[in-house]
Nanobody, 124 residues
Framework: QVQLVESGGGLVQAGGSLRLSCAAS????????MGWFRQAPGKEREFVAT????????RLAGSVKGRFTISRDNAKKSVYLQMNSLKPEDTAVYYC?????????????????WGQGTQVTVSS
C-alpha cells in the first residue's frame, strides 16, 4: 500500500508558475509508475503527465507539453509537477496517482492509488 498527499496548489495569475508536490508514505515509490491527473469542474478527470520508475521516460498531455515538467525523487518518496506559463484552462483539482504496472500510462482507470487532490486556480 502507498498513500499519496498533494500540496502546492493555489491561486495564480495567467502566465505565472506553480510547483506541485506529491509525498508518498507507506512504502518506497521506486516500484511505481507515477502520474498527475486533473479534473476541472463539470469535466472528466484527464491525464496530465506520467514518469517511469527510474525517471528515464516521461509523457505529457499535448495541452501542457512545453509548459509543464514532471519529475520524481525516489529517495524522498516524492513526485513533482512544475507548471509554467499557466493558463485559465489549467484550472482544476490536480491529483497524484501511482500504479505498479499500468496497462495504459494515461488512463485514469488504470491507476490503483490516488491522493486527495490540490486545487489550482489560474485567473485571467
Amino acid at each position: 500500500q502507498v498513500q499519496l498527499v498533494e500540496s502546492g496548489g493555489g491561486l495564480v495569475q495567467a502566465g505565472g508558475s506553480l510547483r506541485l508536490s506529491c509525498a508518498a508514505s507507506g512504502r518506497t515509490i521506486s516500484s511505481y509508475v507515477m502520474g498527475w491527473f486533473r479534473q476541472a469542474p463539470g469535466k472528466e478527470r484527464e491525464f496530465v503527465a506520467t514518469i517511469s520508475r527510474s525517471s528515464s521516460v516521461t509523457r505529457l498531455a499535448g495541452s501542457v507539453k512545453g509548459r509543464f515538467t514532471i519529475s520524481r525523487d525516489n529517495a524522498k518518496k516524492s513526485v513533482y509537477l512544475q507548471m509554467n506559463s499557466l493558463k485559465p484552462e489549467d484550472t482544476a483539482v490536480y491529483y497524484c496517482a501511482a500504479d505498479q504496472a499500468p496497462n495504459s500510462y494515461s488512463d485514469t482507470d488504470d491507476y490503483d492509488y490516488w491522493g486527495q487532490g490540490t486545487q489550482v486556480t489560474v485567473s485571467s
